[in-house]
């Protein structure tokens, strides 16, 4: 006779504008997928932070438009990178998308801050040797081509595996332990997403780049996803599904 497992609570945390699964594409989608409860947490609408894993199976830190660098947000960033902590090291397995691996990485020690530049579009990354027998990435091209946007980097804890390097910015993918995973792409992205992310965060006042320039962006990133978008998504659900798989059989 087969026993029924109990579904997983896994904690989403949004530190930014993100309004909900819609917006997480196929890590929200494979997550929900596979039978798992996620419990999200809005910094925009002033949700607390858990006090404690325990009521939680894992976590997922998604991104966001603020800076895990900026001092007004300190007191935030110093709660939720001990709740990184302490799902680490409780071996819960623990996923940072974007702003997420910048607050994993800040979590251990390393540092979140500006690049000096924008990266926005597709990018080539490049497997390093670590990631050819690594649970999540074993078998995935030497190159694949990824879709980045943001301004800030980070430097990485000393204890950090890296995975995958970029050719602009280095620092693209990291896993620290055996569970505790950091992607500064947006592998889970689709040109929709991307789209609601442009008008809600560069769209208006206090962007850097005019709405011409903005539509000539977006037309460039419309191409690439014609292109690499099919790629991205294979590349996703995979990550994500062997992510998944790194939670213990439960009762």
């Not at 199976?57 to 960033?77: R, S, W």
Request: charged residues 25%.
């Amino acid at each position: 006779m087969s026993v029924k497992r109990r579904e997983l609570n896994i904690l989403a945390v949004m530190p930014g504008g993100m309004k909900g699964i819609e917006e997480t594409g196929c890590i929200g989608e494979v997550v929900e997928d596979r039978g798992a409860k996620l419990h999200w947490v809005y910094k925009t609408r002033d949700d607390l932070l858990p006090k404690s894993h325990d009521a939680f199976d894992g976590l997922i830190v998604f991104g966001g438009e603020i800076g895990a660098h900026e001092e007004e947000y300190a007191d935030y960033f110093r709660e939720l990178t001990g709740l990184v902590r302490s799902f680490h090291e409780a071996g819960k397995p623990v996923l940072g998308s974007c702003l997420g691996s910048q607050t994993i990485a800040q979590a251990f020690g390393g540092q979140a801050r500006p690049q000096g530049f924008f990266e926005f579009g597709f990018t080539d990354l490049d497997l390093e040797p670590a990631a050819e027998n690594d649970p999540l990435l074993a078998g995935t091209p030497a190159t694949i081509s990824l879709f980045e946007m943001h301004y800030d980097t980070m430097t990485l804890p000393k204890e950090a595996v890296r995975l995958m390097r970029g050719r602009k910015v280095e620092n693209q993918t990291f896993r620290i332990g055996q569970k505790t995973y950091a992607f500064q792409c947006h592998f889970e992205a689709t040109k929709e997403i991307v789209e609601l992310w442009v008008a809600r965060g560069l769209r208006g006042g206090g962007s850097r780049f005019t709405d011409a320039e903005l539509d000539e962006m977006m037309a460039e990133v419309t191409s690439q996803f014609d292109k690499f978008g099919a790629s991205q998504r294979a590349f996703g659900e995979s990550v994500v599904n062997r992510w998944m798989d790194l939670f213990e059989d439960r009762a």
